[in-house]
Nanobody, 124 residues
Framework: QMQLAESGGALVQTGGSLRLSCAASGREFADTNMGWFRQQPAKERETVAVIDWSGTETYYSDSVKGRFTISRDNSKNTFYLQMNSLKPEDTAVYYC?????????????????WGQGTRVTVSS
């Protein structure tokens, strides 16, 4: 079992920045690949960024590449999503998750533990 709690969501203007945090407890965090996902109203949950257990391998969706950075601090059982140059289309509920299934790591279906979500709203 792993418990996840996101924080950092807020209302921000276009071009602004936010840093989301996800604090983990329970299952061994340092051995677990993690990811950030988002969901907009009436849309499927989409992968934003993922990071391997060591922090050396990352993946970003095309829509956020070059603007968002995923990172982790295993000593704090926490990982992050730094979001820069935010756009109105980034508005969504953002979720952090822990990967529990084998695969590419890029599909939400491979993640078995989820946080409750944090809302990010980017005003135009």
């Amino acid at each position: 079992q792993m418990q996840l709690a996101e924080s950092g969501g807020a209302l921000v203007q276009t071009g602004g920045s936010l840093r989301l945090s996800c604090a983990a407890s329970g299952r061994e965090f340092a051995d677990t690949n993690m990811g950030w996902f988002r969901q907009q109203p009436a849309k499927e949950r989409e992968t934003v960024a993922v990071i391997d257990w060591s922090g050396t391998e990352t993946y970003y969706s095309d829509s956020v590449k070059g603007r968002f950075t995923i990172s982790r601090d295993n000593s704090k059982n926490t990982f992050y999503l730094q979001m820069n140059s935010l756009k109105p289309e980034d508005t969504a509920v953002y979720y952090c998750a822990a990967r529990t299934k084998i695969g590419t790591g890029r599909s939400p279906t491979e993640y078995g533990y989820w946080g409750q979500g944090t809302r990010v709203t980017v005003s135009s």
